[in-house]
């Protein structure tokens, strides 16, 4: 079976800009795109900046670096996307926009491209009924930041076929990220988890128990959590959290992955995290975080 050589990632967020670190750095030609053309050519900077820690600390050397950087390419028209072997799609949690995404790239990519989204909460067999093509269509979650942390959910659609999946499967394993076979339901495995246990770390602080930095120095020394609930939201954004838990909350109905107040009301702040510069913490700089 065909290595994939090429990969589009939809979407320069955040998460998209990880993912396309992931693949240029597994030796993948990476094409970037985002509706704001400013955001997909940010990621070479965002992708430079990460990649510059790596080498002062000896993980790579700067001809590595250089050569990774230059598989990433920030284009502004979805017809350059025409030709690459798979698609990942990294845009908001919303099912009519992932299917109009979808709907237009199936009119661009070639018959043999994988189509993937990096949902991390509805349905694959939902996105890939409205993809064009369902057979060619998979799960795959990254976590985040995507550029440091080694897990992929593999999670593959009533009509994904076995060939759709294996490759899928390889591309991980070719960009040195580790799969897991997850099922098509809400939240996979991990925001099965971690939507409800960051919703419920907030309304500790809602309720005046402790303060979002301690509760933060409390897992990470207790539990050796990477990163407490407060930095990871401010990373992931209190407006994607808010997007995270009504797709959630829709389809469980769970009470602890309803969205707490104080996430509405920071949003309607501004306070949307560290690309805000302010959420539950406050940030001086723009860093990327780790390395």
Known sequence: MKA??????????????????????????TIVFD??????????????????????????????????????????????????????EAVFESLQVKHEVFQALDRICKPSCVFASNTSTISITEIAGGSGREDRFIGLHFCL?????KLVEVSRGLNTSDDTFKRAWDFCEQVSQRP???????????NYFLIPFNNDAIRLVEQGVSTPADIDIAIKAALGYAMGPFELLDLVGLDTQALLCEAMHGLTHEKRAACPPLVKRMIAAGRLGKKAGIGFHLYSDKKIFGA
Request: aromatic letters at 2%; charged letters at 25%; a neutral charge.
């Open 35 to 88: 509706q704001r053309p400013e955001h997909a050519k940010r990621v070479v900077d965002q992708a430079k900046a990460f990649l510059d820690r790596s080498v002062s600390k000896g993980k790579m050397t700067v001809l590595e670096r250089d050569e990774v950087i230059a598989r990433i390419h920030p284009v502004e028209q979805l017809a350059e996307l025409a030709d690459v072997d798979m698609l990942i």
């Open 145 to 149: 930041p995507a550029q440091l942390m």
């Open 180 to 190: 897991v076979h997850t099922q098509d339901t809400p939240g996979f495995v991990l």
């Open 4 to 29: 994939i050589q090429s990969v589009a990632v939809v979407g320069a967020g955040t998460m998209g800009t990880g993912i396309a670190i992931v693949a240029a750095r597994g030796g993948c030609k």
